[in-house]
Nanobody, 122 residues
Framework: VQLQASGGGLVQAGGSLRVSCAAS????????MAWFRQAPGKEREFVAA????????RYADSVKGRFTISRDKVKNMLYLQMNSLKPEDTAVYYC????????????????WGLGTQVTVSS
C-alpha cells in the first residue's frame, strides 16, 4: 500500500481541520490504518487508528473527543477530522497502514505516507 497525506495547513486555536490520506493498492480495504504525528524535537506519537471495516477505532488520550478517524473504502481514503485544535497539536501528521492493528498502533508498519504539516496558532 502506498500512502500520501494532504490537507494540512495553518489554523487558529479552537478551529478545525481535516487531513486526508490517499491510498493506492487493492489491499487497502483489508488494512488497519492509523495517524501519527511528530512535533519538532519530539518523537513520533500515535494519534488514532481504525480497523478495516471502520467498526472499531482507537485514539490517544490527548485527542480523544476532539479528533475523529474515518475511512472511505470506495475512494481508498483515510481521514482525520480535527476539532477544537490546540497549539500542542502542531506537528507533521503521517498516515500508516498494516494488516495488523497491533502493528499499526505500535508504529511498526512498513507502509508510511509523506506527512502533512498542521500548525495551530494561539
Amino acid at each position: 500500500v502506498q500512502l500520501q497525506a494532504s490537507g494540512g495547513g495553518l489554523v487558529q486555536a479552537g478551529g478545525s481541520l481535516r487531513v486526508s490520506c490517499a491510498a493506492s493498492g487493492r489491499t487497502f480495504s483489508s488494512y488497519c490504518m492509523a495517524w501519527f504525528r511528530q512535533a519538532p524535537g519530539k518523537e513520533r506519537e500515535f494519534v488514532a487508528a481504525i480497523t478495516p471495516s471502520g467498526g472499531s477505532t482507537r485514539y490517544a488520550d490527548s485527542v480523544k473527543g476532539r479528533f475523529t478517524i474515518s475511512r472511505d473504502k470506495v475512494k481508498n481514503m483515510l481521514y482525520l477530522q480535527m476539532n477544537s485544535l490546540k497549539p500542542e497539536d502542531t506537528a507533521v501528521y503521517y498516515c500508516a497502514a498494516d494488516p495488523s492493528l497491533i502493528t499499526v498502533v505500535g508504529g511498526r508498519s512498513k507502509s508510511w505516507g509523506l506527512g502533512t504539516q498542521v500548525t495551530v496558532s494561539s
